[in-house]
């Protein structure tokens, strides 16, 4: 019995914070975006992009609303550009995603964000790695990264020299 005004205060006090918001944003609050983006299908690759910029074209929507209505954005879409760089993240599970297919000239980001090291190298026939220029040259921890451009057309089988069932394929075109 004691504790049935405290319990009451608290449940009357949660009711007004909940109203409160409802009133704020039905009368003009801060809007939450509405924000859609068409992004087209890229038959080039899967992955992670890590250095792609937007840019600006002529029906873009605003990002972010402003209350100083000069500093808006102008209407226009967002149009994603070709990556140069994927990512290719290292799991405890192995690395993600598993096949990856670039351009010459591409780049991948090898980023640890596993519970062990990570040392990336193709795959070795005998005591020698197929393609030798992948081969990381030592290992890093959670999250350390390895960045590599691939300047021939070829596929490439990788693993992670640590945890040999961990592979992976990178196919050049």
Known sequence: MKDTPIVFIIVIGSLLIALSFVVYYRNGGIP????????????VATGTPTASTPTKTETQKPIYPSKNKEKQYTPGTITPQVPTTYTIIYT???????TLQIKAGQSIRFRNESSSSMWVSSVYQGNVPIYSALNQGRSVGKGGTYDFTFTDRLTVLFFNLNYKTHTGVVSVE
């Open 32 to 43: 939450l975006p509405n924000i859609s983006i068409e992004i087209p299908k890229q038959e």
């Open 92 to 98: 405890d599970a192995g690395f993600v995603p598993q």
